[in-house]
């Protein structure tokens, strides 16, 4: 007998709304619907009615988590509109809050892993210390999250030479801790016998859904924005791109832990290498063209495309979010695992939902409404809203 | 006279309050230590008492199409049966002699009600969440019974063949508690298993998991339903600890059964917060296998006298 068992739009398992729709047979997971749409709040059209300055502040609030990565897309490709580059301290400033980002947010992914699977533990111990680099943030850029370090041409704000230490000490400490939680999870029975062989991806189905970001490369596809088209101080510094074959959600949680010391690695290079002189260029005006601009966020690549028809704010802005592709590859993953699987194989793309949402409106196959449409509708319901209030 | 002393056992002491007092505060020392491994502050003693009385005065909303009488005898029967277990443990302790034939079969069975309880709760809540939850417990309640019954086998085995709980108490102050031996010692890991699974703590919440399927059986029960299956789950913490002293660390009856309390709740929570929760099928064949084979090899040796 088939039944529903319903993940979201409200669950425990997530913190964002979304709808997974598990068809189960018993306790055994035979088919999975997707339905997306729970968190859109029209970023795209927002933009086209800003300032070129003002987009990165928005489009940082995209996303809660990864706040670096789209300001940062966003400001390469309008760099490439406008044929510059930042200037060197510029670039290692961005790349150094790029990857410690990175930390930030795969920690925060293994808290919740371990949360998911029930061991709260562990979710109590990484949350523990990863605090300490929401510290060094606020003490770098003033903010704990939404760091608003990207600036078209350069960046907003340097790092003083004062903080450096403060930052070798934390990677120092994240360094130990790191090496800590990669031993008690790999070598904890109980816990390989919940990650192992479960929510296989094939190699072959990662390229078919064209998943990006660590949900790839635990598959064994190496792709990896950093290396593959390099921007900034990514080709300056010396990492290796990490890659496991095996496909499961403990291959993918290996590639996060062990992409941490790859962070930690290009960090500290950058810290020492760092070149002096000045963080931003100046920008008069943003030429007619477009260009796009890609960045390896923590879940894999985000691609922004921008088009200018040379006045003061983008005519076209799109997003691409990598949870967008990872989270369909959850059709194929979760399918043959039980529930208690399955609630481990969605949250193991580490999803984020509100970078994923799209608004399309379809009735008996057509598409009901186009983007004109659900904007005049919208307008609509704020001017009832506001007539409701008045009252 | 007769009767207010039996109601005054059930009710009050030894029955439902103490034990739901007491069960409640270790629920306090639960929460307590989790949130001190974890590096959180945790909540003040009064907590537990607070969220119970909170539970009491909230509306209890019941699950338009399911079975009013099934819905509220799930939490009552686990409620009663622990209470009924309450009154039996402490008079066989202090009261050996008054201990009738087959009474540790009672107490197999008083302990199989909260289990059954939540089964008949979650089937009744028309929820497909309750009802995964309720097919978990009843297969991780067919799982953990099999150690669970050798075991207590080979507890008799060590008694002399007696089937009187009295007995096994007696015997225990005679010769020296049964841990202290091979078979004792592979009978208290096993139970101590058995017992974490029959307490819902990790890593065998498997049928509550709350990431899964959102606590399961209880998903539909609010209000004062949901109080008694909160403070039903607090009395196991008191009681199966207890339990545990009786048949194999010698008995309750004298100071020492503090310490030795306290120890096995350490070990209960420790246990807790150092595993993650297992897949049903994983638990089932942990029981079955790991400590099926080696609840039967205590047996064996409790049969050569070891």
């Not at chain 1, 990598?322 to 193991?348: E, H």
């Amino acid at each position: 007998m088939k039944r529903i068992v319903p993940i979201g739009p409200y669950h425990p398992l997530q913190e964002e709304p979304e709808f997974f729709k598990l068809i189960v047979e018993g306790e055994k997971v035979v088919d999975l619907e997707i339905n997306i749409g729970y968190n859109h709040r029209g970023h795209e059209f927002i933009s086209q009615t800003l300032t070129w300055d003002q987009v990165p502040f928005l489009v940082e609030r995209i996303c809660g988590i990864c706040s670096d990565s789209h300001p940062y897309a966003y400001v390469l490709a309008v760099e490439d509109i406008a044929h510059i580059t930042a200037p060197p301290r510029a670039q290692y400033i961005r790349t150094i809050i790029g990857e410690l980002e990175r930390i930030h947010s795969h920690y925060l992914w293994l808290g919740l892993a371990g949360h998911f699977i029930g061991y709260n533990t562990v979710w109590m111990w990484v949350w523990r210390y990863r605090e300490p680099l929401l510290d060094l943030f606020e003490l770098i850029m003033g903010n704990r999250n939404h760091y608003a370090i990207n600036k078209i041409g350069g960046a907003r704000r340097d790092i003083l030479p004062e903080d450096y230490p403060k930052i070798r000490e934390y990677l120092d400490l994240l360094e130990k801790k790191n090496a800590m939680f990669t031993n008690a999870i790999l070598d904890d029975p109980v816990i390989r016998g919940r990650l192992e062989n479960v929510g296989v991806l094939t190699k072959e189905d990662a390229i078919a859904y064209a998943v990006t970001g660590p949900t790839a490369r635990g598959s064994g596809y190496a792709c990896d924005v950093r290396k593959d088209d390099p921007y900034d101080a990514y080709d300056k510094v010396d990492w290796d791109e990490i890659v496991f074959e095996e496909g499961d959600v403990l291959a993918k949680a290996k590639v996060r832990l062990i992409e941490c010391n790859e962070s930690i690695k290009i960090v500290r290079q950058c810290l020492k290498n760092m070149p002096e002189g000045p963080i931003e260029t100046r920008v008069d005006e943003i030429p007619s063209g477009e260009g796009i601009g890609r960045h390896e966020a923590p879940r894999g690549e985000v691609f922004h495309y921008v088009r200018s028809d040379g006045s003061n704010m983008p005519v076209r802005h799109k997003v691409r979010a990598p949870s967008y592709m990872n989270i369909a590859s959850n059709v194929i993953a979760v399918k043959g695992y039980s529930i208690a699987d399955a609630a481990l194989v969605l949250a193991a793309v580490d999803p984020c939902y509100c970078c994923t949402d799209r608004t399309f409106v379809y009735e008996n196959g057509k598409k009901k409404y186009s983007g004109q449409d659900l904007l005049k509708l919208s307008w609509e319901k704020t001017e009832k809203i506001k007539r409701r209030y008045k009252k | 006279m007769n009767i207010v002393r039996i109601l005054f056992s059930y009710i009050i002491f030894p029955g439902f309050i103490f034990s739901a007092v007491v069960g409640l505060f270790l629920t306090w020392i639960d929460r307590k230590v989790t949130a001190r491994i974890h590096w959180r502050v945790g909540p003040p003693w009064f907590q537990p008492y607070a969220d119970f009385l909170k539970l009491l005065l909230k509306e209890t909303i019941i699950p338009e199409g399911s079975s009013k009488t099934l819905f509220f005898l799930g939490p009552l029967l686990g409620l009663v049966g622990m209470s009924i277990l309450a009154v039996m443990l402490f008079s066989m302790n202090f009261y050996p002699a008054g201990s009738f034939v087959g009474d540790i079969i009672v107490i197999i069975y008083l302990l199989a009600l909260p289990p059954i309880g939540i089964i008949i709760g979650g089937s009744a809540s028309k929820n497909p969440l309750a009802s995964v939850g309720a097919s978990r417990e009843m297969t991780q309640y067919f799982a953990y019974e099999l150690p669970f019954l050798i075991v207590l086998a080979t507890i008799i085995l060590k008694a002399g063949g007696s089937i009187k709980f009295g007995d096994i108490v007696l015997a225990q102050q005679v010769q020296g508690p049964f841990l202290y031996s091979i078979s004792g010692v592979i009978a208290a890991v096993v139970i101590l298993l058995c017992v974490q699974a029959k307490l819902s703590f990790v890593p065998f919440d498997i049928p509550e998991a709350e990431q899964e399927i959102m606590a399961g059986p209880y998903i539909e029960y609010s209000g004062v339903a949901l109080a008694i299956y909160k403070v039903t789950r607090a009395m196991m913490l008191f009681l199966l600890p207890l339990f545990l002293i009786s048949i194999l660390w010698g008995g309750f009856a004298d100071w020492w059964a503090i310490p030795k309390f306290l120890l096995i709740i350490v070990l209960i929570v420790l246990m807790k917060n150092t595993n993650p929760r297992l897949r049903i099928d994983q638990a089932l064949k942990f029981f079955w296998v790991g400590l099926g084979i080696l609840s039967i090899i205590g047996l064996v040796l409790a049969f050569y006298g070891l």
